[in-house]
């Protein structure tokens, strides 16, 4: 297993000036991410071993190793003279984790939900002021919302969005707002503060959120927050589908199932909802 490990690290020095060039990409990156990978394999490695498997000079490996120490992806043991993975590295990994751990867990529910409900249901988080779906279990209706895993949606038009931000602070969300934008999609989206921040405490009164055409005409939508043991609010879960089958009066309907589904998906991974 070590001399894969090391195989693959040789290969990838061999191939890291050609993947630079082909993609277009920046070249103390590559050498960095490299060195991180490095690092990572192996219980301590001296900084000249590091240099040699990445086919970097000592210089330029201590260079990026101190630049990497300054931001926690890696740690120094002065004694021996070896250098170790560190704690950010850790909570970098351990946030793509909880991303799985919520797909994973909620992937069940979504499918019950779906076929309970017949419509379509989503799985999404907050990252940069938008929402990235992370998962979706399509219904079987031919009129019907599709978003590919890794497709981003403004924030403030989307159900999702605004299960996620009703749990945080109105300063934090202006500053939010003000940075990424509120533009109108159609008539119907909430694009100036007033409108948007009244939706925001119906949001958290009924603790689900409803997206009524503001993001696309002729879809609707309805969601609530997922959290984690602290908490916090790590996803949000919602059902999607035309105005022709999601009326106001199955919304008023779908509300509370789409949370009972969030609460669900809460328990299983462990978290708490405060709003209970």
């Known amino acids: 297993m070590a001399r894969s490990r090391m195989d693959q690290l040789g290969h990838r020095r061999d191939s890291v000036g050609a993947k630079t060039k082909e993609s277009g990409g920046i070249q103390v990156l590559d050498r960095a991410v490299g060195i991180l990978e490095t690092v990572a394999a192996v219980d301590g490695i001296t900084l ?18 101190t630049t990497l ?3 926690g992806l890696v740690t120094m043991d002065k004694e021996r003279k070896l250098w170790f993975i560190g704690v950010t590295a850790f909570q970098i990994g351990n ?4 991303n799985r751990k919520v797909v994973d867990m909620a992937r069940p529910i979504m499918r019950d939900l779906m076929s309970e409900t017949e419509e379509s249901v989503n799985l999404g988080i907050e990252d940069s002021g938008t929402i ?5 279990i399509e219904c079987h209706n031919p009129i019907r919302a599709f978003h590919r895993p890794g497709t981003r949606t403004r924030i403030h038009s989307s159900a999702m969005g605004k299960a996620i931000l009703a749990s945080w602070p109105d300063n934090e ?4 707002m ?4 509120m533009p109108g999609f159609t008539r119907k989206t909430l694009s100036d503060d007033r409108r ?3 939706d925001l405490e119906k949001t958290r009164e009924r603790t689900w959120a409803f997206d009524d055409e503001e993001a696309t005409i002729g879809m609707r939508c309805v969601a609530a927050a997922v959290y984690n043991e602290f908490g916090e609010v790590v996803a949000a879960v919602s059902i999607s589908g035309p105005t022709a089958r999601l009326t106001y009066d199955r919304i008023g309907e779908l509300g509370p199932r789409i949370k009972r589904a969030a609460a669900e998906m809460t328990v299983a991974i ?3 909802d405060p709003t209970d």
């Open 48 to 65: 000249t071993s590091l240099a040699h498997q990445t086919g970097t000079t000592t210089s330029t490996a201590h260079r990026i190793l």
């Open 69 to 71: 120490e300054t931001n």
């Open 95 to 98: 946030g793509f984790l909880r």
């Open 132 to 136: 990235v779906y992370l998962a979706q």
């Open 173 to 176: 969300i202006k500053k939010l």
């Open 178 to 181: 003000e940075k990424v934008g």
């Open 196 to 198: 948007f921040f009244a």
């Open 270 to 272: 462990g978290g708490k």
